[in-house]
């Protein structure tokens, strides 16, 4: 019988979850297992010789069976109110199939108690270490993916339409979170009873679209909208009220200036990863081609 931990990793057709898949199976010192909601989506990880199990938090019967002999596993939860629901029936589920570490991926833990949906990462966070387990708390700051994809982006063309105003954030690439999720479920001793906060870059957005023009050599323009139209537009789209209100929230406060610290950078990366984050510049360079129109 194999010694290797058994890591599970939630969300793993998602940017963070695939990713972090790709950095474990790559590290080859543990088994790695993808969760997926169903057969289908399956199919690309057995492409890539990586083994699944069908774990849906919406279907509790399927817990049980996709946590079987897991020792660490990563939770990540989606865009809706569901989240507070469904990860207390990971963790409870968790707890009795006998897993060991959880690493939870929350949001920003900046020092504002408007921002509802930072503070139910925070619920979640202290239910984890309620129930007992070793943990690590990953705190990520903004996405760049979220400005230019793939999937959801707020690039259009060669116009970033944001709703945040002057505000000036603290930037986070999606592939370096997850090489930071990996490191803390492969030695989960080391990283035990953590919060670790993950942002590197401090950029406006305005800021963000000088440095793609100069990168790319093509001009590229921040647009800023009212807040108001980010809720409008989700609403529209079908997703969560609950959620989007908590994110309108956040934009119309970030617009405003009144969050704490919104641009707070960190000097954590090189001693989890032993490289430096990946800037803005360096974003750019990589996505050049992607990016141009």
């Not at 790709?22 to 010789?49: I, W």
């Not at 991926?105 to 387990?133: L, M």
């Not at 800021?207 to 537009?233: D, M």
Request: aromatic share 10%; with cysteine; net charge negative.
């Amino acid at each position: 019988m194999s010694s290797q931990p058994v890591i599970l990793v939630l969300g793993a057709t998602g940017k963070v979850g695939g990713e972090t898949v790709r950095q474990l199976k790559s590290a080859g010192d543990n088994r790695v297992l993808a969760a997926v909601r169903s057969p289908e989506k399956a199919k690309h990880f057995h492409a890539q010789g990586i083994e699944t199990v069908v774990l849906d938090l919406d279907q509790p019967e399927t817990l049980k069976v996709g946590l079987e002999g897991v020792n660490r596993a990563l939770l990540l939860s989606g865009y809706s109110v569901d989240m507070m629901r469904q990860s207390k029936r990971f963790v409870d589920a968790a707890k009795q199939a006998g897993v060991q570490h959880i690493v939870h991926i929350g949001a920003s833990g900046a020092a504002t108690n408007e921002v509802a949906h930072w503070g139910w990462h925070q619920f979640v966070e202290a239910y984890i270490e309620q129930q007992g387990f070793s943990y690590t708390h990953l705190r990520p700051e903004a996405f760049m993916q979220n400005v230019t994809g793939p999937g959801y982006r707020w690039l259009e063309g060669n116009v970033i339409r944001h709703h945040v105003g002057n505000a000036r954030w603290s930037w986070i690439d999606c592939q370096d979170l997850a090489l930071v999720a990996a490191h803390t479920l492969q030695e989960p001793e080391k990283y035990a009873g953590q919060i670790i906060p993950l942002g590197y870059d401090a950029k406006t957005f305005n800021e963000v679209a000088e440095l793609l023009t100069e990168v790319v050599g093509q001009p590229f323009y921040a647009e800023a909208r009212p807040p108001e139209e980010f809720l409008e537009n989700a609403l529209a789209a079908g997703a969560d009220p609950a959620y989007m209100t908590c994110i309108y929230t956040q934009f119309k406060l970030n617009s405003s200036g009144a969050i704490p610290n919104a641009d707070a950078t960190f000097d954590n990366f090189e001693a989890i990863t032993g490289q430096k984050p990946i800037t803005w510049q360096e974003f750019a360079q990589q996505h050049k081609n992607e990016l141009a129109y």
